[in-house]
């Protein structure tokens, strides 16, 4: 794993907007940018927003797909706060993003939905898409996109995209669609962010290489990816040991 740590958040996303902006010049064509954001989408999108990356990066050349989604009462919480925080401040044509469009949708139904935009506009490899870029913030369970802990039968499929459940704070359910990690594996830039001290432990145990970690979302993809990027700030990283290294 490639660890890029920063002092704060602020500039943790400063730096991540700069691998963007990077990864976009190194690319000709369409650039593809996967995307699963959470509790940080405002600081990354405050950072890539602002200058000197509004500018710099051809947004004109990103097309966007999203990684998960929820269903059925909730609104279509994640589409919803990237349009307004990332989207709509870039103009972002409606044509460039690729998400779930109905939230009455049957997840099976809008996976496969989403599973076809992404084999019509990305190149696959051995069945899986290549992404130019993949970024997912990580969960203070070490969950990723829509999949969670333990959740072996979405780390491992033959499907891009599929319908998943998960039970809220308040003991909701909420019916989700997800990518499955395994789909993320040829991604030619894989990227996780980490911030704040809450997922401090979920770091710790995957970066330690402690068995806690076997259970985690993030550590499947980690211990495969051996490339992956992890984006984290210093508290996110407070577990980290330096004995092992």
């Not at 999203?66 to 609104?75: F, I, K, M, T």
């Not at 706060?81 to 709509?88: A, I, P, V, W, Y």
């Not at 949708?105 to 899986?128: C, I, K, N, S, Y």
């Not at 996109?145 to 072996?152: I, L, M, R, T």
Request: no cysteine.
């Amino acid at each position: 794993m490639n660890y890029h740590q920063y002092s704060t958040p602020e500039l943790v996303t400063t730096q991540l907007a700069q691998f963007i902006a990077e990864a976009v010049e190194a690319t000709e064509g369409d650039f593809h940018l996967a995307l699963s954001l959470e509790e940080h989408a405002e600081i990354l999108a405050q950072a890539l927003t602002s200058e000197p990356w509004r500018s710099r990066i051809a947004w004109d050349r990103v097309h966007f797909y999203l990684l998960h989604e929820q269903l059925g009462d909730a609104d279509l919480v994640h589409r919803t706060l990237l349009q307004r925080l990332l989207f709509d401040p870039l103009q972002i044509p409606a044509e460039h993003i690729y998400a779930v469009e109905e939230k009455a949708q049957d997840p099976a139904q809008a996976a496969t939905a989403l599973q076809q935009h992404v084999a019509e506009r990305v190149r696959h490899l051995d069945g899986r898409p290549q992404f130019d870029l993949a970024l997912l913030e990580m969960g203070v369970d070490g969950h990723l996109a829509g999949v969670y802990p333990d959740q072996v039968e979405l780390y491992i499929s033959d499907d891009v995209f599929a319908p998943n459940e998960m039970t809220t704070e308040q003991g909701e359910q909420r019916q989700l669609v997800t990518v499955t990690l395994e789909a993320l594996e040829e991604s030619k830039r894989l990227v996780f962010l980490a911030l704040g001290q809450d997922v401090r432990h979920a770091v710790g145990h995957i970066i330690n290489l402690l068995p806690e970690a076997k259970a985690y979302p993030a550590n499947f993809l980690a211990a495969k990816i051996p490339w992956v990027h992890l984006f984290a700030d210093d508290q996110a990283m407070r577990e980290k040991s330096y004995a092992i290294y």
